[in-house]
C-alpha cells in the first residue's frame, strides 16, 4: 500500500522490531511505518492482550495513518571501498565491535591493497554482483565478499569457494531469509567435493568439525561476515536465536567417503555428475 501512495500501518510483535526495521530497509522502504504490540501476543492473557492493544497499538497506527513518515535517524551506507576505521589493531577491533561489524571475534582489517589481491584470486570483477542478501537485501558484490573474507581471516586462494556458497545459499529455493531472521538455532551448512579440498587444505578427516583447521574455519566465518555485513544479520537483533549456530564449520568428504566405503558421493547423489568436481 505504501509504495503505491496508500498510508498504511503494519503490526509488530515487540521482540521483532529489529527484523522489521532491517526488512522494510531491504524493501527499499525504510520509514514504512509499523505499530508495536507489547510483549508477545501468543503468551497473553484476552484481558492484557486487548489492554495492550487498546492503550499502546491503536494510537500508534492512528498516528501512522495520519502523519507523515519520519525520515530521521537513517545510518549511512557504507561502501566496499570506503574507509570506515583507521588506527592500530586493538582501535579498529573495538571500533568495529562497538559498530556490531563483526562476529564478535577480532578481525583482519580489510585494506585496499588485501581487498584487491582477494578480488584477483577470485577470477571475477570487483563489481560483480553475486547476490542480493536478506534481510537488508544488501549487495554481495566480489568486492564485498572480499572485504569480509579478508576480515575473517581466508587466504586469497579461498574466494572462489567463498563466492560459491554465497551462490548456493542465494538460490530462491534456500531459505536464507528465513535464517537469516528466525529464532530458531538454524545455520547453513556446506559440502566442499573435488580436488579443491586438498588444494586448500581443507579437513575432512579426524577433527574436521573441531579447530585447528584455517580453510574449515575461515571460509564459514567468511560467509558468515557477509551475512551480518552485507546481509544486515546481526546476532541478537535481526538474528534474534538465543542458540544461533555460527557457521564455520565446513566439511569436503563425499569423495573420500565414497573410496572408503563404496558408497556414492553426495555430488552423485543428487545428480551434479558422476565424478569429483574442482568447486
Same mark, same amino acid.
Given at each position: ?11 509488530? =510483535? ?41 492503550? !499502546? ?24 571501498? +570506503? !574507509?570506515?576505521?583507521?588506527?592500530? $589493531? ?11 561489524? /563483526?562476529?564478535?571475534? &577480532?578481525?583482519?582489517?580489510? *585494506? ?15 563489481? +560483480? ?17 572480499? !572485504? ?43 559440502? !566442499? ?24 574455519? *575461515? ?14 544479520? $546481526? ?5 534474534? /536465536?538465543?542458540? &544461533?549456530?555460527? =557457521? ?12 572408503? /566405503? ?13 565424478? &569429483?568436481?574442482?568447486?
Amino acid at each position: 500500500c505504501e509504495a503505491a501512495g496508500i498510508p498504511s500501518s503494519s503490526l509488530v =510483535a515487540e521482540g521483532f522490531a529489529d527484523q522489521a526495521r532491517a526488512s522494510v530497509r531491504g524493501l527499499g522502504m525504510p520509514n514504512l511505518p509499523w505499530a508495536v504490540i507489547p510483549g508477545h501476543p501468543a503468551i497473553q492473557a484476552t484481558e492484557e492482550l486487548r489492554t495492550n492493544l487498546l492503550d !499502546v497499538t491503536l494510537p500508534q497506527i492512528i498516528a501512522n495513518l495520519t502523519k507523515d513518515p519520519d525520515h530521521s535517524g537513517l545510518a549511512d551506507e557504507f561502501g566496499s571501498r +570506503d !574507509v570506515v576505521c583507521s588506527g592500530d $589493531l586493538e582501535t579498529i577491533n573495538r571500533v568495529f565491535l562497538e559498530k556490531e561489524w /563483526s562476529d564478535g571475534l &577480532p578481525i583482519i582489517p580489510a *585494506t585496499a591493497e588485501m581487498v584487491k589481491k582477494f578480488v584477483a584470486a577470485s577470477g571475477r570483477k570487483a563489481n +560483480d554482483l553475486i547476490a542480493s542478501l536478506p534481510p537488508r537485501k544488501g549487495q554481495a558484490t566480489v568486492e564485498a565478499i572480499a !572485504v569480509n573474507a579478508v576480515m575473517a581471516g581466508c587466504k586469497a586462494e579461498y574466494m572462489p569457494v567463498v563466492i560459491a556458497a554465497i551462490e548456493g545459499i542465494s538460490d530462491p529455493t534456500y531459505p536464507l531469509e528465513l535464517m537469516q531472521v528466525t529464532t530458531n538455532p538454524m545455520t547453513p551448512f556446506f559440502l !566442499v567435493n573435488g580436488p579443491v579440498r586438498d588444494k586448500l587444505e581443507i579437513n575432512y578427516g579426524t577433527g574436521c568439525l573441531g579447530p585447528g583447521w584455517r580453510a574449515n574455519s *575461515t571460509i564459514g566465518r567468511a560467509v558468515r561476515l557477509t551475512l551480518i555485513n552485507v546481509g544486515g544479520a $546481526l546476532p541478537g537483533e535481526t538474528l534474534p /536465536s538465543p542458540r &544461533p549456530a555460527e =557457521a564455520s564449520v565446513w566439511l569436503a568428504w563425499a569423495s573420500v567417503w565414497q573410496t572408503r /566405503s563404496g558408497t556414492v558421493t553426495v555430488v552423485i547423489g543428487v545428480g551434479l555428475g558422476d565424478a &569429483p568436481s574442482d568447486g
